[in-house]
Structures are given as structure tokens and as C-alpha cells.
């Protein structure tokens, strides 16, 4: 069993920067594949980027242009967001699970409780 835990999120105006953190616990945690998902003010929650257990390999969406970084440090996993924009606004959400490559929610067994961003001027 894994536990994970968000942190980071806030109000932040366009154009600003907010690394959000995310924390696992348990058992072997910091051998599973970590990912950042989003969910907006629809139902489905969207793939933003993944890194793998010992941090080698990453997989980012080219959606976001370079304005995101994934990185992890052992049991934690950042993603360092710069020039925020407004449609960026929603909660981040980490889930993990075994293997590295997945970019579907359904197939991460462990969630976070998820963490608010808002971009608002």
C-alpha cells in the first residue's frame, strides 16, 4: 500500500510559477512510477506528466509547451510549473502505480487527495 500526499497548490496571478510536491509513503514507495494528473471543471481527470521509480525516464505532454518540469527526488515528486495561464486552473492530483508509461488514471491504483491551483488575474 502506498499513501500520497499533495502539497504545493495556491492562487497564483498569469505568468506566475508553483512547484507542486507530492510525498509517498509505504511500503517500497519509492519504487513506483509517479504522475501528475489534472482535473478542470469536467469529470475527467487529464494526464500531465509521469517519471519512473528511479527518476531516468519521463513523459511529459507537449500540451504544456515547456512550461513544465517532472522531477523526483527518491519518495518525492515534483512539477515545477512556470508562465501559469488561467486555463491551467484545477486540481492536481498524483497517483502512482508499478510500472512507468501509463498516461490512463484508471490503471494508478494509489491517489493523492489532490491539490488546488488557481490562475486568476
Known amino acids: 500500500q502506498v499513501q500520497l500526499r499533495e502539497s504545493g497548490g495556491g492562487l497564483v496571478r498569469p505568468g506566475d510559477s508553483l512547484r507542486l510536491s507530492c510525498t509517498a509513503s509505504g511500503r517500497t514507495s519509492s519504487n513506483y512510477a509517479m504522475a501528475w494528473f489534472r482535473q478542470g471543471t469536467g469529470p475527467e481527470r487529464d494526464f500531465v506528466a509521469a517519471i519512473s521509480g528511479d527518476g531516468r525516464s519521463r513523459n511529459l505532454l507537449d500540451t504544456f509547451g515547456g512550461r513544465f518540469t517532472i522531477s523526483r527526488d527518491s519518495d518525492t515528486m515534483y512539477l515545477q510549473m512556470n508562465n501559469l495561464k488561467p486555463e491551467d486552473t484545477a486540481v492536481y492530483f498524483c497517483?502512482?502505480?508499478?510500472?512507468?508509461?501509463?498516461?490512463?488514471?484508471?490503471?494508478?491504483?494509489?491517489w493523492g487527495q489532490g491539490t488546488q491551483v488557481t490562475v486568476s488575474a
Open positions: 497517483a502512482a502505480r508499478t510500472n512507468f508509461g501509463s498516461l490512463v488514471p484508471s490503471e494508478y491504483p494509489y
